[in-house]
């Protein structure tokens, strides 16, 4: 039968809708291997853990909520946007933070040193991506900053 659900691919999961609030279905593979934890860091942002490696997997429905420049970083796969942990996870972790999206843990007790690390990090291991973000921040003081631009009056 050309209709039969048994012989079609399987569909990628999609965000359900509950009550108006996106809801994800959490990844069971990975770049890194099979899923051993998961834990989401907001809507549609998994942080992965595999027995070798991991990352974060941004879902093609969340990475709109990313920069252009952290876009970049990450690569494509099974419908997701990669960072892996080692080299491009903090670039996530700090979008996150930027949007108010993600809260750094409670369990961490100084958040200003652990948001630092994330900082120096960037700084020294993904620098193209961290002057993309300071010039972003910098435009942004200046646009909001700047003048309201003064209209001509009719005497």
């Keep these: 039968m050309l209709n ?13 809708n509950y009550r108006g609030r996106l809801m994800f279905t ?16 907001c809507p549609g942002v998994f942080m992965i853990y595999t027995a070798a490696n991991g990352g974060i997997l941004v879902s093609k429905d969340m990475e ?3 920069s ?8 494509r796969q099974g419908g997701y ?4 942990e080692d080299s491009a996870e903090n670039i996530v972790f700090r979008e996150l933070l930027d ?5 750094i843990p409670d369990r961490i007790n100084d958040k200003a040193a652990y948001e630092e690390n ?38």
């Design 4 to 16: 039969d659900p048994s012989r079609t691919k399987a569909a990628k999961p999609k965000p359900l």
């Design 26 to 41: 959490q990844p069971k593979k990975s770049p890194w291997g099979k899923v051993e934890q998961c834990d989401p860091l």
């Design 64 to 66: 709109a909520v990313l």
């Design 68 to 75: 252009p420049a952290a876009k970049k970083c990450g690569t």
């Design 81 to 84: 946007l990669c960072f892996e």
């Design 99 to 103: 949007k108010k999206l993600w809260a």
């Design 118 to 155: 994330i900082n120096k990090y960037l700084r020294e291991h993904n620098p193209d991506y961290w002057r993309s973000r300071q010039r972003g921040l910098d435009m942004a003081k200046v646009t909001q900053t700047a003048p309201a631009p003064v209209r001509n009056a009719e005497l």
